[in-house]
């Protein structure tokens, strides 16, 4: 794969690009330190880290997610080792990792937001991490690119869909069209704070509505849909959209399942 120039290349295809372009980036390793963390509602916990090796970071598309790695239950930190192929080569077996999105990069900083809920590896590690904590992450790999070409916009998520949706929003054009459907399990989640756009409509539903509301919205022809969050949720809008409209729908987690992602 092609992983030269990826700034360019997003950017050409988010302005005049069709349809879903894979981009790759040269991917890194990186240590990182614990900048700060605050919640930015009782349910969702952002940690912003920073540290020189972040200098050279990609992230330019709104989707951009990072590998956090863990340790082994040993304590063994196995790092991934990078390759002349700007990848990684990674240990057998693979580290214990969890993907988050690159909610913000500034050059110097990056935000993770992190969605608490019981149990889990990463959800309970990220409410105990202070100030000055260390903290490797791989990645990102890509882009799954999409433009801003199209009529109009669905974005059907649940709160780990979130942070994507929100810096979708955050970098679009001002007259962006679009209908922002977000599930929740807390009344507190609907607090994260997300950009105004005149002709964005969002709507807020309880877990297990989301497939259902999304499918009794009124949509013009040249709609996109970017789907994510739990699996089984979001099943039903695979078949929904054969033949109706382009779309990119991932399972970012599964009920009852850990480290599950399905594409
Ligand atoms: C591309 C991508 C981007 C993602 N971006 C984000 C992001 O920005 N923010 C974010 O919070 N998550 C994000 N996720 C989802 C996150 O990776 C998963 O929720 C992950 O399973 C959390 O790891 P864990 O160690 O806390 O729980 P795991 O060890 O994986 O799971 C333990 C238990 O917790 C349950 N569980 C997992 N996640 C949740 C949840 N969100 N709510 C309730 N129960 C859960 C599982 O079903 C399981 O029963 C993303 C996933 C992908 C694939």
């Known amino acids: 794969m092609n992983r030269e120039k990826p700034r360019e290349r997003v950017e050409e295809h988010h302005l005049s690009g069709t349809g879903i372009s894979r981009i790759g980036y040269p991917i890194g390793i990186r240590q990182t330190t614990v900048a700060s963390t605050r919640y930015l509602t009782p349910q969702m916990l952002r940690v912003t880290l920073e540290g020189p090796e972040l200098v050279d970071f990609h992230s330019y598309h709104f989707e951009d997610h990072i590998k956090v790695l863990f340790p082994d239950e040993d304590g063994t930190l196995r790092l991934p080792v990078p390759n002349d192929r700007q990848m990684l080569d990674w240990p057998r077996p693979s580290p214990p990792t969890r993907s988050y999105t690159v909610r913000r990069y500034d050059g110097a900083t990056l935000d993770l937001d992190f969605v608490v809920h019981a149990g889990g590896l990463a959800a309970p590690w990220a409410e105990r991490l202070q100030v000055g904590d260390e903290v490797w992450i791989a990645g990102p790999p890509g882009a799954k690119a999409f433009p801003f070409t199209y009529v109009h916009y669905i ?109």
């Open 155 to 263: 974005f059907a998520v649940d709160p780990t869909g979130l942070p994507a949706a929100a810096r979708w929003l955050e970098e679009s054009p001002i007259e962006v069209s679009a209908d922002l459907v977000i599930e929740f399990d807390h009344p507190a989640e609907t607090a994260y704070p997300l950009a105004h756009r005149p002709a964005v409509d969002v709507q807020w539903v309880p877990r297990w509505e989301l497939a259902d509301r999304v499918q009794k919205l009124d949509v013009p022809d040249g709609t996109f849909l970017f789907a994510a969050g739990e699996a089984d949720s979001i099943r039903p809008l695979r078949a929904w959209v054969k033949g109706r409209m382009d779309a990119v729908i991932t399972g970012y987690w599964k009920q009852g399942q850990e480290d599950v992602e399905e594409d």
